[in-house]
């Protein structure tokens, strides 16, 4: 009997080695994220991972050309302004079905929107909340810049603003507004977008399957109305550790890894059968200042800070070169940045100095508040705070490093509990507003007690001029102000690392992170 | 017997009733909220509040003071999220989850066989591994085989989860390619749902491939999610082992002239069967409420990461319904392990 056990252990092990990986049809492209969709209805999604499949299925009104962050034509073809920017008329894509066979025009967009803005709509779904509208639009209807969404026949809408709008176009290719099927929808709004359920529209892959807790099925919509897919079917898999979604594409399991760890960089580099995909962050890691905690109001005391941190060092040391040291809040892949800014220079001696100016010879005492999750833009935040405070310490600026549970943290940065505190922004929409308007504008008081009636002027004049050039100047205005008070220490921008099984072709991630045309991408 | 096992049953009404008072009063004391970190980055003070009221949860916790002496209604009183959350299980609704808007029980039902199957595979590899281990170590005291089996259950036990995970997967699916790196099934291979149960689904159907693709994906998550318990059991069955041997019925058989190895299986091995199953009873408990280690290792979608992540997305509905399951599963699984008893030791009875 015992012999028998043996033997049968023998053949298992003799299969185990037999059978190879199952490696699924070349037809399907594996595509390894950090996690599992929240929800396929795109505009209650808030992260990268429901987006990016979410944006395969259903698609914006205003799109962009494949891996920038330049606008082009989407479900909507064209689109123009009156000469205030206050009437926005969208001439849309014709002959266009839904997933599910009904069609596409002028009387579904209104109903998207419809759903989005009015808190009331009978479509809206049980317990949704459209956080991504509510913050590109500025909240909800009765309080926003939409006044009226008028359909003017089959293939024409148009949106009636309360304000004029310059950079309407950019707010209305927020990922989060991708057009629904409106029948679809109705059929059951409280479940729309969950696994059960998926979603519909216009994309070119259709929704197919959910697995709860293991991956999202997508397969080839072949009656797309521009370029058809190269692949049958996209299988999106969450793995929350880059080291397993790196390990699964070593594998063979994967053929996209995206938002790798950087220390991986040099064995991406080392192996012969992956590709390492670099590209152009747009997202800002921060170092806030508080100015309602003494003596943090005084901008000779910020200026020290700024001092005397070594960006470029830290940088350098914790981004494993993928990082950039940040001398404003823009990003330089965005326009809207200010050309006379040159970064405070590190310089411990000259930070002394201001101390001492400023009544402090022998330093003081604060709290430097961390973030308890890694993000793009600060990839190892204890290390990086570790080093700050490390800085610091050297010209007498004793701090003691904080952190706490990111939902509390996220509260109390706004309460102005922290001194001082570590914060980013990856970008909604591609415009310098969505950086500047959301750290210096109506928050800034709260999140950094500076309430600076110039700023605010001129952050609303931007967002009302017709003239991309003006906005501009307007916004490089800003940043500039921002650096003469050092409002808020800007300090790196982290390009994220992708990559992909040799022989993976067309592939262009998004600078926005989740708007990707897959449908580009073939598999060997 | 039967009379000991609804006992047992009717016992779980008030140990669930105190549970779900317990977990919704701790999941509500780690401060945060879940329409906080719904809003991230982007939270600002009107949108919360506005998120909150749409969440309920700007009600109060559990009486509704203000709205009772408003109204002087005692059905005010109880307009609170605890009674409403109670209301709810009642009615036998686990509620949906915040963020996914997903059914807690259909979550459930599609993460429980995974975290079943996974508890299964590794209890299995602590039986077939455990047992025989320690039988040998007791039959060679203080040989050789007796030293590498107790200082590797030692080992066993001190094994950083994490760390022996990487390591597997690096070794078996990244550098030999053996078996896959995580996951429960590989992409492009799908088996139609009867009882969520995978392997079993996919015998039940007849697919063969699918079958073993399933079970491929289970070795080396059950291998190092089984390391602890292999090393329990293997000093359990030692210690049950030795001492059962010294025993006058083992000289009998053995002056009766039966084989060693009959004796050493059929007589010794029974009678100290008791201690293994209690402690193969208790590992079977834990790892059915989840492994949130293994899990995250090897994308297992089971419950334990599930559960873990909802306590830190504060997404309560989650944290209360899970908890509660996992509460009914362990006092499932005691009762079975006292029934079992009086199945290896005829002198225990139940009536």
Known sequence: MRRSVWIGALAALVMVLAFGPASASAQTLIYAQSGLPVTLDSAAAQDGNSLRPAYQITETLVGFEPGTTNLAPALAVRWEANDTSTVWTFYLREGVRFHDGTPFNAEAVKFNFDRWNDPDHPYRGEGKHFAGFEYVFGGFKGNNVLKEIEVVDEYTVRFHLTDSVGFFPAMVAAIYLQIQSPTAVMADPDRYGTPEVGSVGTGPFKFEEWVIGDRVVLRRNDDYWGEKAKVEQVVFRGIPEPTSRLAELRAGAAHIAVELSPEDYPVIQRDPNLTPVLQDGLNIGYVAIHQGHKPLDDPRVRRAIAMAIDKEAIVEAFYAGLGSPADQHVPPAMWGRSEKITDIPYDPEGARRLLAEAGYPNGFETEFWYMPVSRPYFPAPQPIAEAIASYLADVGIRVRLQTEDWGTYLSDYLEGKFPMYMLGWSPDYPDPDNYLFTFFGPRAPDALGWNDPVTQDLLIRARTAPDVAERAALYAQVQERVHETVAQIPFAHNNPLHATRRGVEGWLPSPLGASEPLQLVSVP | ?351
């Open chain 2, 1 to 351: 017997m039967s009379a000991f096992i609804l006992r047992r049953l009717i016992g779980l009404i008030p140990v669930l009733l105190g549970m779900s008072l317990l977990v919704f009063t701790l999941v509500r004391l780690i401060p945060g909220d879940p329409a906080i970190l719904m809003l991230g980055e982007r939270a600002t003070p009107a949108a919360i509040e506005r998120l909150q009221a749409q969440l309920n949860l700007d009600k109060p916790l559990f009486l509704n003071l203000a709205a009772f002496q408003h109204s002087g209604r005692v059905g005010d009183l109880v307009d609170s999220q605890f009674f409403a959350f109670l209301g709810s299980i009642l009615r036998g609704d686990l509620g949906q989850s915040i963020f996914t808007r997903v059914d807690v029980a259909t979550e459930l039902a599609a993460r429980f066989p995974a975290t079943f199957e996974l508890a299964v595979g590794g209890i299995l590899v602590a039986l077939l591994i455990g047992v025989p281990a320690g039988v040998v170590a007791a039959m060679r005291k203080n040989s050789l085989a007796d030293v590498v089996v107790t200082s590797a259950s030692l080992f066993g036990v001190a094994m950083p989860i994490f760390w022996l995970g990487m390591l597997l997967i690096y070794i078996f699916a990244v550098h030999l390619g053996w078996l896959p790196p995580s996951g429960r099934l590989s992409p492009g291979v799908s088996v139609p749902r009867i009882t969520g149960f995978l392997i079993l689904d996919s015998l039940l159907q007849g697919q063969w491939a699918a079958a073993w693709d399933a079970i491929r994906h289970l070795i080396l998550p059950a291998l190092a999610l089984g390391t602890i318990p292999t090393a329990t059991v293997a000093r359990m069955t030692r210690g049950a082992m030795l001492e059962v041997l010294g025993q006058d019925y083992v000289r009998t058989a053995r002056a009766k002239g039966l084989s060693t190895l009959r004796v050493t299986w059929r007589h010794a091995l029974k009678n100290a069967m008791l201690p293994i199953i209690t402690v193969v009873g208790l590992s079977f408990g834990s790892l059915l409420t989840g492994a949130i280690l293994t899990e995250t290792i090897f994308n297992w979608p089971g419950m334990g990461k599930w559960i873990y992540d909802a306590i830190g997305a504060r997404d309560y509905p989650i944290v209360q319904g899970g908890t509660l399951f996992i509460a009914a599963i362990y006092v499932v699984i005691n009762t079975l392990v006292d029934v079992s008893y009086a199945f290896f030791d005829p002198r225990i009875r139940y009536g």
